[in-house]
């Protein structure tokens, strides 16, 4: 009688080993689950703060361009403006060249 006692025992104390150890594993795998999602987190935060500061960066770019492009317009008509004031017979000439050009290409056949 001694024996069954002995060996009821050891599986009674291997069944509470397993069970200690998947306790371990179970708050294993929740720390683990919190550290992945801080990672997550952590890593969604920084992508969007990176294409914050490049849509920065882009619309910053695009408004010197914009004003580049006007001035360079402002700069365009103000010559144009000159020299169809110095020469506005060539002006004249010219205007009737680009109509008739104009009509001749888009003139119906």
Not at 34 to 61: C, F, M, N, P
Not at 70 to 86: I, M, N, P, W
Request: no cysteine; aromatic share 2%.
């Amino acid at each position: 009688m001694a024996n069954s006692k002995t060996s009821n025992a050891a599986p009674q104390k291997d069944i509470e080993q397993l069970n200690d150890q998947i306790a371990t594993l179970k708050q294993d795998i929740a720390e683990i689950s919190q550290t992945l999602s801080g990672l997550g987190k952590s890593s969604r935060d920084a992508a969007g703060d990176h294409v914050r500061e490049r849509a920065a960066h882009l619309r910053d770019a695009g408004e010197e361009q914009l004003h580049a492009a006007r001035q360079q317009a402002d700069v365009l008509g103000r010559q144009a403006a000159d020299t169809v004031r110095d020469q506005p017979a060539v002006a004249v000439g010219m205007a009737v060249g680009l109509g008739f050009l104009l009509g001749f290409v888009t003139g119906r056949k």
